[in-house]
């Protein structure tokens, strides 16, 4: 019965975290118009992006292990993240991830959405991205770490739901992490977040 419990109340935690995104994204009308964005005026802290052609992959478990969430409709939110990404390549994406995890009491998750292939336009790329999700607030470019190309970060809250957004792009990929839930957040998360999903091609 405990478990029950416990399983009941890891599927309401998930089903606010959707909705509170879901309502971040149709309240905006994301359509990945190029619309300006606050971060695009802001100094840009881009770094080199990686020589050598990249790929996107799903981690076991991500951060300091947590879990992937079991929840179908986070998973399916992350995909539909990464599907917006892939008209920003020129050409096929050559890998592609869309996954959510979870703190074991639900109370924060993280969906991760990316992919790989030829990007010509890493800062028109997250242009595009920001600017379909005007609700966001402080959006800054932050340092991208080792994996080099342009990173911004922006916050909002709604359903009574607190969200982080980061972005990436770079030569070789385009990526997001999302942050929903309680849980404090830092752009070292989202680089070591980052650093999990991004790999070389060899």
Known sequence: MARTRQAGA???????????????LTASGCSGAANPVEGASLPRT???SPAAPMRVVKPEKLLSGWPESTSGTLRDQAQQNTDT???FLDGE????VGAAYALLDNSTTILVSGV????TDSKGSLDKIFAALPR????????????GGEARCGKGETQDVKVHVCAWADNHTIGMVTQLGSSGFSPNKFVQARSQIERPLT
Not at 93 to 96: F, N, R
Not at 139 to 145: E, K, L, T
């Open 10 to 24: 890891g599927e309401r935690a998930a089903g606010v975290a959707v909705l509170a995104l879901t309502t971040l």
């Open 136 to 147: 966001l607030s402080d959006i800054q470019p932050i340092r991208p770490g080792p994996m």
């Open 85 to 87: 990404f892939k008209p």
């Open 116 to 119: 790989s292939g030829r990007v």
């Open 46 to 48: 881009a770094s080199p």
């Open 93 to 96: 994406a050559t890998s592609e």
